[in-house]
Nanobody, 124 residues
Framework: DVQLVESGGGSVQAGGSLALSCAVSAVTYRTNCVGWFRQAPGEQREGVAS???????AYANSVKGRFTISRDSAKNTVELQMNSLKPEDTATYYCAARLGLCGQRVGTRNVYPDWGQGTQVTVS
């Protein structure tokens, strides 16, 4: 089983920052593209950012220049640093994984078979 565990959500004022972390197994870290998605109430789940073992990253236009995705090989985690947060960033954030490289786009939820439980981010 591929297990992903998110942490780091919380509440912050507009303009503030939060960092999310997705912990994965060592095997998953070495072989998977990992993406961050978010879903606000009544909205579809949308891709936010992705990163693969080659270090290729992709971002949704809505977060470019504000969010940064990175990998930490010492911890087997994928981090999402979120700066200049806006109220419209409020959502439940999920990390997801799929085998292989990510490509140039985050992709849709349908191409990611494995998901974490989600962590809430609220920006007021």
């Amino acid at each position: 089983d591929v297990q992903l565990v998110e942490s780091g959500g919380g509440s912050v004022q507009a303009g503030g920052s939060l960092a999310l972390s997705c912990a994965v197994s060592a095997v998953t870290y070495r072989t998977n593209c990992v993406g961050w998605f978010r879903q606000a109430p009544g909205e579809q789940r949308e891709g936010v950012a992705s990163i693969d073992t080659a270090g290729t990253t992709a971002y949704a236009n809505s977060v470019k220049g504000r969010f940064t995705i990175s990998r930490d090989s010492a911890k087997n985690t994928v981090e999402l640093q979120m700066n200049s947060l806006k109220p419209e960033d409020t959502a439940t954030y999920y990390c997801a994984a799929r085998l292989g490289l990510c490509g140039q786009r985050v992709g849709t939820r349908n191409v990611y078979p494995d998901w974490g439980q989600g962590t809430q981010v609220t920006v007021s």
